[in-house]
């Protein structure tokens, strides 16, 4: 069965620093993979996609991802976190031709002045 | 471009009423989701149409929840009679058509619903 691993429940960094937050999935198929970001309140915003071709994909606000088939991941990763990023972060896989997702249970990220 | 609209933002009801929430999506967007977001947890599905049609209800709880989606535009989302455990944000999403290839689904604020 298709599911995604979000090891860390919540992620403390400090404003400046680098992000990484890991994301693993279980898909027999290429997979179709995305991350998302949700602030209080809000409905969830696209970050980034990866179909296919290369393996590291760039997102909005700085973000990017590396797919890697060998370890099942889709890590996330921003160079310099600022305050604004804080929210809950869910990595998804697309199951198929369907188009409907599966989600990780989220990371919470939490950004230190 | 408006977004996916979602209404009420927030329900608080008692066990066993009833309580519905209406979605419309993006225009133009042939398909339309259904999502439940459980506190501490990611999104899981609920329903999948495409234009009128469902393409997954697999894990609808078809016993106390319902959803249609009669001219193929927006769409209520029902649940009837409503347990404890169905506290949860609903969300619902929209995107152009899964086709060949993949479509960004575009979200909307969700609805929370409270059970006491």
């Known amino acids: 069965a298709q599911s995604v691993t979000q090891p860390d429940i919540h992620i403390t960094v400090s404003e400046g620093a680098s992000l990484e937050l890991r994301c693993n999935y279980s898909?027999?198929?290429?997979?179709?993979l995305f991350w998302y970001v949700q602030s209080p309140g809000q409905g969830l915003q696209l970050l980034l996609k990866?179909?296919?071709?290369?393996?590291l994909v760039q997102g909005i606000k700085g973000f990017e991802a590396e797919f890697k088939r060998s370890q099942s991941s889709f890590n996330l990763r921003k160079p310099s976190v600022h305050w604004s990023d804080a929210a809950e972060y869910f990595c998804?896989?697309?199951?198929?031709?369907?188009?409907?997702?599966?989600f990780g249970k989220g990371t919470k990220l939490s950004v230190k002045p | 471009e408006a977004g996916v609209a979602q209404s009420p933002r927030y329900k608080i009801i008692e066990k066993r009423q009833s309580v519905a929430f209406w979605c419309n999506p993006i225009?133009?967007?042939?398909?339309l989701y259904w999502y439940q977001q459980i506190l501490g947890q990611g999104p899981k599905l609920l329903i999948q149409?495409?234009?009128?049609?469902?393409?997954?209800d697999s894990q609808l709880p078809k016993d106390r929840f319902s959803a249609e989606r009669l001219k193929g535009v927006d769409s209520t989302l029902k649940i009837q009679p409503a347990k404890l455990e169905d506290s949860a944000v609903y969300l619902c999403?929209?995107?152009?058509?899964?086709?060949?290839?993949?479509?960004?689904?575009?979200f909307g604020p969700g609805t929370r619903l409270t059970v006491l």
């Open positions: 225009s133009g967007h042939a398909t």
């Open positions: 898909y027999g198929a290429t997979p179709y």
């Open positions: 990866y179909f296919s071709g290369d393996t």
């Open positions: 999403a929209s995107s152009v058509d899964p086709g060949q290839g993949y479509n960004e689904q575009f």
């Open positions: 998804a896989v697309g199951r198929g031709s369907q188009g409907n997702l599966i």
């Open positions: 149409f495409q234009n009128n049609g469902v393409v997954d």
